[in-house]
């Protein structure tokens, strides 16, 4: 008895602290500056990013990987060049990207955050006009 009590404490203290760090990486969120943007060669791209649970932006966060797709139209091969630029607004990063097709590019973004151990990951979606 004691020793399945001492395994379900244990058990117990995994979940929670498991469940605690990966809060920590869905505790922030991308979001799209704006959501339509033109199409073509060298369009901007900002992404916003956001602590959830105090709706605050993020500075100073360090975008570590980049990707730039159509997958949300199903074209998940059909990638693009994206460049990151300098931005003066808190807690905005500005990329710049060549959106070759109008439709639906998705920026894939992993970036480091201060005080947070995890990578945190985020996905926006953009719509390319002409
Ligand atoms: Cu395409």
């Not at 395994?7 to 959501?35: M, N, P, R, W």
């Not at 956001?50 to 199903?74: C, F, N, Q, W, Y």
Request: hydrophobic fraction near 45%; glycine fraction near 8%; charge should be neutral.
């Amino acid at each position: 008895m004691k020793v399945i009590s001492a395994l379900l404490l244990v058990v117990g203290i995994v979940t929670a602290s498991s469940v605690a760090v990966h809060a920590a990486a869905q505790d922030y969120a991308f979001e799209a500056v704006k959501l339509e943007v033109r199409s073509g060669a060298g369009s901007e791209l900002a992404v916003r990013l956001i602590h959830k649970p105090t709706g605050k932006p993020v500075e100073g966060a360090i975008v570590i990987r980049t990707r730039l797709d159509m997958s949300p139209d199903s074209m998940e091969a059909m990638t693009s060049e994206v460049a990151p630029e300098s931005s003066t607004e808190p807690g905005v990063y500005r990329f710049r990207g060549d959106l070759t097709m109008d439709g639906n590019w998705a920026l894939k973004l992993q970036a480091k955050v201060q005080g947070e151990s995890e990578t945190v990951q985020g996905t926006v979606v953009f719509t390319a006009k002409k």
